[in-house]
């Protein structure tokens, strides 16, 4: 649990290396470099991701005990957080920084695999939100969440169950 307590704001401690890719991703002019930045980003953001899959995350519990989520655009997004930092971040943001919170801690990858398809429904990560500029969205695609569970599998040929 963490006690954030009134008027208590943690600082900001450095950015996410899956935030900083997060800032690269944004399309470039297109010109003669754009395939080697495109591929050079992808090999990053796989690295990273596969960073995101060792690290364990806090995910915020609601009063069913069940991980917070949000939906947006028809996907639902499990709120994750890289330390007890953000997810105080994120609780001042919301204007619940003076309550304790509740939280699971779970391999990234254990939310990509386990959690996210349990859902049920398009579901992706919501990784540091309320820690501006650290944000990173981990989207329901291949690549990211199982082949079953992947909102683009059909534009890939993959059979979805």
């Known amino acids: 649990m963490i006690d954030n307590g009134e008027g208590t704001r943690p600082g900001h401690g450095r950015r996410s290396r899956l935030a900083d ?10 010109g003669p470099d754009t395939r080697d930045d495109s591929l050079r980003i992808r090999r990053e953001f ?3 991701l596969g960073e995101f899959r060792r690290t364990a995350v806090l ?12 939906d947006l655009n028809g996907v639902r997004w ?28 779970l391999l ?4 990509l695999d386990g959690v996210v398809p349990a859902v049920g429904v398009p579901c992706g990560v919501a990784l540091d ?15 990211i969440v199982p082949d079953a569970v992947a909102v683009d599998a059909h534009e890939h040929g993959e059979d979805r169950q």
Do not use: H
């Open 21 to 30: 890719l997060a800032d690269m991703t944004v399309p470039v002019a297109a």
């Open 108 to 111: 990234g990858a254990r939310l």
């Open 129 to 143: 939100i309320g820690s501006k500029g650290d944000e990173v969205l981990l989207p329901p695609v291949l690549g």
């Open 46 to 48: 796989a690295a990273l």
């Open 78 to 105: 499990v709120y994750a957080f890289s330390d007890e930092a953000a997810l105080a971040r994120f609780a001042v943001t919301r204007g619940d920084g003076a309550r304790e919170w509740d939280y699971q801690c």
């Open 59 to 70: 995910l915020p519990l609601g009063e069913d005990a069940c991980p917070l989520t949000a």
